[in-house]
């Protein structure tokens, strides 16, 4: 009998914190900056849902994304994804936060879901038959459409069934991106089997190559600890091939993943084996709990989006389930007879044909109602239909999905008395404004209550600025900023036009801006740290160590603050207060993808010594000299590639 549950799961977590309080101008904008995480951990609740059989429990983080976080096959006794032991955010989604583990659903733009580390919406019906199902979704503002997911777990099935849909509710094409991540552990040996015979592999190094598979370069690219490096292989399936991935253990047992046709990239992504990729994978759990991720997606690879045709509604149907074949042939040397043993496997399980009748049957309350909601995600979309109602416009997705009054929250308070009354109320500039709005709608209605002197007041200037920067319309929005402080001087709108006067390389102007801000609002940590990388990028480090030390002690004792302190040293020259910084084991929850900054400072520090006491210039030479003799730490080392 299949069941829906709501459960708690318990597990150690970092804190996650509210919002970055200043607009990210330059990368996500309407949506703010997850930012405010640590690194420590204590035992925390998270609100599940679970769908179980006899075969299978699936377990969904319904307050980070509604990921799947577990899919564990009971009859076997194994765990098929990879569970992080506990929950710890880094610097990786598009809004900053994403963690590693499970299966993560990624629609919008190109990275980690700008939903992965918030709520979503979530609700439950029922199939005809009575299988309980479990409807996920939301509205979009990047791209203003939506997704949705039904999860389901018929009675007597060992496959985990999801039918995703997204709908696109404009009268023009928008470019759309979707890709399903799934954390399988890191097994010595294992092997990824795909039915392709080449691959788009990127090595975060160098350009996207068009590879044979398995072996390339003398290396076998089908056991993910065969990568020195961090790495990406997009597979080139043949269209008319069922695609399907699937990670094996050396018993030929693992998750494998399969679905109807429109969703036909797959990939695998793994950290590598170098330090780096080393200490990313502790970074983000801890030690002895490695892991890879493969990925299925609707594009070949991750570097290209799929044109969505006006008003068009894309579903497919997603299977994760136990895939048990033959170890010899799965691990046999001839590379072909290895991945059709799987294909065979898994057509005798779930055929395309099957596939296609599940998908049809799930189709048939695609449209339908939820029972209940369980629990709301953003107003947003909430606020977005009261917009259409008022014009008389179409609505943006079908009645499935249910964006009601109660999920307004006080973000979107200011526009919806915008949208009722034709004016936005005035605030404390003390107050964090939040809730960015960059829609074109918002923006003409906003324009007309400045216009006619119903909200002529320094908030509207400040939106109104920050909607015609997300146009690229510089100029228009320095001006908008003026008016803001003309208005009543801010610390946002003097931040806001210090991120303009960095765009046009007025580096000095730009910090003495962020001075002023901060002098504004001291207790803003993200305010501090921009007026501190500003500080230095003006060739003031003296001035900037001193601003440092006016801090709170709650934002000075930041991690982020160190590495600030650590650059400042080393632009005066002071390499031993460098060296005292970086062996300190600074923690930096924050540490971008990708970003080499403490491992940088490390090289730095040693080239300036050398070539002081030798009195050599730094140079090429002497950068590899470096770097042969003088390997950094495993704490400050979060290279992807050497």
């Given at each position: ?24 101008l ?9 930012d ?7 035992e ?26 577990s ?27 994403w963690?590693?583990g ?7 733009i190109?990275g980690h ?8 919406f979530?609700a ?6 009575g ?7 939301e ?5 203003m ?20 849909r ?28 795909v ?12 350009n ?12 076998d ?9 961090s790495?990406?292989?997009?597979y ?12 094996l ?11 109807t ?42 570097s ?19 895939m ?36 049809s ?26 917009r ?8 943006f997705?079908s009645d499935?999905l ?7 929250t ?26 960015w ?7 003409e ?16 200037w ?13 100029e228009?929005?320095?001006?908008a900023?003026?008016?803001?402080l ?8 003097y ?5 303009l ?11 003495d ?34 601003f440092?030390d ?8 930041r ?9 400042a040293?080393m ?18 929850a ?9 491992s ?21 030479e ?21």
């Open positions: 009998m299949s069941e829906f549950r709501l459960e708690t799961y318990i597990m150690p977590a970092a804190r996650l914190g509210p919002e970055n309080p200043l607009p990210p330059d990368i996500c904008l309407p949506y703010g900056i997850q405010d995480y640590d690194r420590e951990k204590i925390r609740e998270f609100k599940t849902v679970v769908l179980e059989n006899d075969f299978l429990r699936a377990t969904f983080l319904i307050e980070l994304g509604g990921r799947l976080w899919l564990y096959h009971k009859k076997a006794e194994t765990e098929l994804l990879y569970v992080n032991p506990v929950f710890q955010p880094g610097n990786l989604a598009i809004r900053n936060a963690f590693s499970g299966v993560e659903w990624n629609m919008g190109i879901s700008v939903f992965t580390c918030s709520p979503v979530v439950n019906l029922k199939m005809d038959d299988t309980p199902v479990l409807r996920m979704y509205w979009d503002r990047l791209r459409a939506t997704y949705q997911i039904d999860a389901f777990l018929p009675d007597d099935s060992d496959f985990l069934f999801l039918r995703m997204i709908i696109n509710p404009h009268d023009h094409e928008i470019p759309m991106y979707w890709w399903s991540n799934m954390a399988v552990p890191e097994i010595p040996g294992g092997r990824i089997l039915p392709a015979e080449s691959a788009y592999k990127y090595g975060y190094q160098s996207m190559d068009l590879v044979p598979i398995p072996v390339s370069g003398g290396v690219l089908s056991h993910p600890t065969n990568f020195n490096r790495a990406d292989c997009f080139c399936i043949d269209p008319q091939q069922q695609p399907w991935i699937t990670s253990d050396k018993s030929g047992r693992g998750l494998i993943q399969t679905s046709k429109r969703l036909r990239g797959r990939k695998l992504f793994v950290w590598g084996m170098e330090q780096g990729g080393r200490n990313w994978q502790e970074f983000l759990s801890q030690p002895g709990s490695a892991y890879i991720e493969i990925q299925a997606g609707l594009a070949r690879t991750q290209e989006y799929l044109q969505m045709p006006a008003r068009a509604d894309w579903s497919w149907l997603e299977a994760y389930g136990l048990q074949t033959n170890p010899d042939a799965a691990y046999g040397k001839d590379w072909k007879i290895a991945y059709q043993s799987v294909d065979a496997e898994l057509k005798k399980v779930m055929p395309p044909d099957k596939l296609e009748q599940i998908y049957y799930a189709g048939r309350i695609a449209d339908q109602k939820p029972d209940e909601i369980i629990q709301r995600g953003s107003g947003w979309g909430a606020l977005e239909r009261l259409r109602e008022k014009n008389g416009e179409k609505p997705c499935s249910i964006f009601d009054d109660k999920s307004l006080e973000e979107q308070k200011p526009w919806l008395e915008l949208l009722n009354d034709g004016s936005m109320p005035d605030m404390s500039t003390t107050e964090k404004p939040g809730g709005m960059i829609q074109a709608q918002w923006r209605m906003l324009e007309k209550a400045v216009k006619n002197f119903h909200s002529d007041h320094w908030l509207s400040l939106h109104l600025g920050i909607m015609y920067y997300s146009q690229e319309n510089f228009k929005a320095g001006k900023w003026q008016k803001s003309e208005r009543h001087p801010s610390p946002w709108a931040r806001n036009l210090a991120v006067a960095k765009r046009n390389k007025n580096m000095d102007e730009a910090a801006l962020l001075l002023k801000a901060i002098e504004m609002s001291p207790d803003i940590y993200s305010l501090a740290l921009e007026c501190c990388k500003a500080l230095i990028d003006s060739g003031r480090p003296e001035e900037m160590l001193n440092m006016k801090l709170s002690p709650e934002i000075r004792s991690g982020r603050m160190n590495i600030m302190e650590a650059r040293a632009k005066k020259g002071d390499l031993d207060r460098v060296e005292e910084i970086l062996l300190s084991k600074p923690s930096v924050d540490v971008r993808e990708g970003e080499v900054t403490l940088n400072l490390w090289f730095e520090m040693h080239e300036k010594r050398i070539a002081k006491t030798e009195n050599i210039a730094v140079d090429d002497l950068r590899k000299r470096v770097r042969r003799e003088f390997k950094p730490p495993a704490w400050l080392d979060f290279r992807q590639s050497t």
